[in-house]
């Protein structure tokens, strides 16, 4: 099946950027997602790329994808104590979602 | 915009209760909704999807007899974990999504429902 990995944890000094990287196998997915869990929460969607954008930002966070090396990250700049969290990336081709496991970014204060 | 409502939010019962799990969508019509199993630490293991008036989709190896889905109105569905024994203890979240706004449209996310059987 399709894969998505992401490495599991970083940690970061407050104020620093944050950049949590992610790959994915399927050359078809067509939207690739970031989304944030806090300690026994759901899912928030914090941002989401078409795979024929290569670059999005909004806000604190921009969004990088290289398609052709299947890589996406996610920028977090001035990262405060209230982002740790863990991060999943996501990608779909269709209406399912294919998550890593997510990264735990810890940060410094 | 797009608020998704889980409830309860954290269950403790005995083993061989059946416990039943709510899932909203609050200003949105969810056409689709899923429902995910998270274990401690891990990522989210889809279980099912279920289509507003039609049947749920199970993937292989979730028992359909044991967690039954019910999505009877464009803005909720159920998920009950029947006979519930404690390695069904787990946290439970459900996504939603209104396809008819296109195919670009994400799924959110409820806050979950932690379930632990004694």
New interface residues.
């Given amino acids: 099946g399709e894969d998505v990995e992401q490495s599991l944890f970083l940690s970061v000094r407050e104020g620093d950027s944050s950049v949590i990287n992610c790959t994915y196998t399927d050359s078809s997915s067509t939207y690739l997602y970031w989304y944030k869990q806090e300690p026994g929460a759901g899912l928030q969607l914090l941002t989401y790329i078409f795979s024929n954008m290569d670059m999005k930002q909004d806000q604190r966070l921009t969004v990088l994808l290289n398609k052709k090396d299947k890589h996406l990250s996610l920028r977090i700049a001035d990262t405060q104590t209230g982002d740790s969290a863990i991060y999943f990336c996501a990608e779909s081709n269709t209406w399912q979602l294919t998550f890593g496991k997510g990264t735990k970014l810890s940060v410094i204060p | 915009g797009?608020v998704?409502s889980?409830h309860p939010s954290w269950v403790i019962c005995k083993s061989g209760t059946s416990v039943k799990i709510e899932c909203r969508s609050l200003d949105f019509q969810a056409t689709?909704m899923?429902w995910y199993r998270q274990f401690p630490k891990?990522?989210?293991m889809?279980m099912a999807?279920s289509n507003e008036g039609s049947k749920a989709t199970y993937e292989q190896g979730v028992e359909k007899d044991k967690f039954l889905i019910n999505h009877a109105s464009l803005t909720l569905s159920t998920l009950t974990v029947t006979s519930a024994h404690p390695e069904d203890s787990s946290f439970y979240?459900c996504?939603a999504?209104d396809?008819r706004s296109g195919?670009?449209q994400?799924?959110?996310?409820?806050?979950?429902t932690?379930l632990s059987i004694l």
């Fill in positions: 797009a998704v889980q689709t899923f891990q990522s989210l889809l999807t979240i996504s999504r396809h195919s670009n994400p799924q959110h996310f409820g806050d979950g932690r």
